[in-house]
């Protein structure tokens, strides 16, 4: 009887390989043929820390209000002077760090508000925001840049890029550092954390890092209103940016958001020193492989069990394909709620795209394998030991 | 009996203090960041030294603090930036495997509905205006793929009927659009 045991559980073992077997040739078809790409982006697009996300924003009530981080909206603002009395105004309330989140790429026909943004910019202390373009794989180094006209050493910068594949992307996570030809380069969000904790990011923690979206937003000033809320600026971070401009709209698992506040999260996310830690692909693989098995255990035992029974009602069940799919979609749910539980008590995020499909692949993998054991029965009976083989007599 | 009654007023006694001394916290380590907020001046804090929970604390990002409380045995280490008295930075813990059970299976319910309850709750007016960001950030670009309900971002665009919802909202687009070339200043990210 223990032998038989043994057996069984080897066979779900081999029943969860084939149900990853089925997601990796799935995966690899669908990310590798063209008129499939849909499906891979609709795959690579999906994650569950927007739920998570969604569940904390979910509750009603305002939610908890930055005390290190201020914003300061200039959408309306398109003068360079006016911009540079905004950043003035901002420096005489005395925060803690200034982030201006623009490219003042080009000198336009307005040169006093050129030469006035100039001074203020070398006078203010304030980290600007640049761009790397033109990113070269073989060294994994940019090779261009976009910074600012008055851009010089004596200023500091950050480059604000956004982690994406140049198309519609959801904004999860930020960068800490990236190579502009060969040389490492720190963002905008790690240049102002910096600046604000006085401590640098060790150089072994400059891994791409999850947004932490949580139940907290971050204080608006209009430009005009500055020093009126001189209380909201003192010691602070504040971020000088536009709010209300749609070209620097991003989607997040929030909605839509201002790339301003992407920075707010992104910045208070290292202050807070919220950082989600995630599994890496190997692991990943190990805990859909060892779920799939605990899947295939439970399905073939609850099929078995439903088929015992002889009341009306059991074989009504054991019958009905929805019912068995609505036990599956608990059994995720489950899975989903596990997940979810230690991502907010232990701020560890498991990616569940993997374990997921291969859990629906699993009644696709036992299926398969059952048609393996049947056809091999025929010729060697030892195989009509098997769990997974059907009798036609009886059945 | 005089002695029992001794006893247990010294017991008594002993008790009242360690009540009393329960609200203060024995330093026993802390990083040089970290320091106490007494009428807006600083003081760093130091080894063996005795914070009163009504202290204000302050721990910058990377800084950290253990603190003992002798009389309950127990220990904090508090490594998140805050800025606040030291009872609420305490007592700040996170939700319960209860509560978040709870908040799941809300958010799976709302979720089963249809989002059901947020429809019926709305206001007509609320509907529009999150039909019309819709239709809005649709001519936007490719990263801004959608809004949320409780998105508070969006400007909303006023009321039109059906027929001209999406001339206007191309209008707008363009108009934005002719304001940004207009001005050198970009922005990207």
Request: charged share 25%; proline share 2%; hydrophobic share 40%.
């Amino acid at each position: 009887m223990k032998k038989t045991n043994s057996t069984a559980l080897i066979e779900h073992g081999l029943v969860a390989v084939i149900a990853m077997t089925l997601i990796v040739v799935l995966g690899w078809l669908s990310f590798n043929i063209k008129f499939l790409s849909p499906v891979a982006r609709a795959i690579q697009e999906f994650s569950l820390s927007d739920m998570y996300y969604n569940i904390e924003w979910q509750e009603n009530g305002a939610p908890e209000m930055s005390r290190d981080i201020t914003l300061i909206d200039i959408t309306e603002v398109r003068k360079r002077d006016e911009i540079a009395n905004v950043i003035e105004k901002v420096k005489q309330c005395s925060p803690a760090v200034i982030g201006v989140d623009i490219i003042f790429e080009d000198q336009n026909y307005d040169i006093h508000g050129d030469m006035v943004l100039m001074d203020v910019a070398e006078a203010s202390g304030a980290i600007f925001a640049y761009k790397l373009t033109d990113y070269a794989p073989m060294t994994d180094s940019f090779q261009e840049r976009v910074r600012s006209y008055f851009a010089t050493d004596s200023i500091k910068e950050g480059y604000v890029n956004a982690i994406g594949d140049m198309t519609a992307t959801c904004l999860r996570r930020f960068s800490i550092e990236r190579n502009f030809r060969g040389q490492p380069q720190r963002s905008f969000t790690a240049q102002v954390a910096e600046a604000y904790s006085k401590n640098d990011i060790p150089l072994g923690k400059t891994d791409d890092r999850f947004i932490n979206y949580r139940f907290i937003d971050f204080p608006v000033i209009k430009y005009d209103s500055v020093l009126a809320n001189r209380n909201l600026i003192k010691d602070r971070i504040v971020l000088i940016g536009t709010i209300g401009e749609e070209a620097d709209m991003h989607f997040t698992p929030l909605g839509k958001r201002p790339g301003l506040k992407v920075q707010a999260y992104s910045i208070q996310t290292v202050i807070d020193q919220k950082n989600i830690e995630t599994t890496d692909d190997n692991t990943l693989m190990l805990l859909s492989l060892l779920i799939c098995w605990l899947t295939a255990l439970w399905q073939l035992y609850w099929i078995k069990f439903v088929n015992s029974r002889k009341n009306s009602l059991w074989v009504f069940l054991a019958n009905s394909n929805i019912f068995f799919n609505g036990i599956t979609f608990a059994w995720l749910a489950l899975l989903a709620w596990l997940t979810y539980i230690i991502y907010e008590r232990m701020e560890y995020y498991i990616p569940m795209v993997m374990v997921l499909a291969s859990v629906v692949l699993v009644a696709e993998a036992r299926d398969i394998y059952a048609a393996i054991i049947n056809g091999l029965a025929n010729s060697n009976d030892t195989f009509k030991k098997s769990v997974y083989y059907k009798d036609k007599k009886t059945s | 009996m005089k002695r029992l009654i001794l006893t247990l007023l010294f017991i008594f006694c002993i008790s009242f203090c360690n009540m009393i001394l329960a609200q203060d916290y024995h330093v026993c380590e802390a990083s040089s960041e970290v320091c106490t907020i007494a009428k807006g001046v600083k003081t760093p804090v130091t080894k063996k030294q005795v914070i009163n929970e009504k202290e204000r604390l302050e721990i910058p990002a990377y800084g950290y603090i253990i603190l003992l409380d002798s009389i309950n045995r127990k220990s904090y280490k508090i490594d998140t930036p805050c800025r606040d008295m030291l009872k609420n930075i305490i007592s700040t813990d996170k939700a319960t495997v209860e509560e978040l059970t709870l908040k799941y299976f809300r958010y799976i319910w709302k979720k089963m509905c249809g989002n059901y309850d947020m429809a019926v709750t709305s206001t007509v007016g609320q509907r529009v205006t999150a039909a019309f960001r819709d239709i809005d950030s649709l001519f936007v670009d490719s990263t801004a793929r959608g809004t949320a309900l409780t998105d508070t971002v969006c400007r909303p665009i006023a009321c039109k009927r059906d027929s001209t919802v999406q001339q206007d909202t191309v209008q707008v687009k363009i108009h934005r659009k002719a304001e940004c070339e207009k001005d050198e200043c970009k922005k990207d990210e």
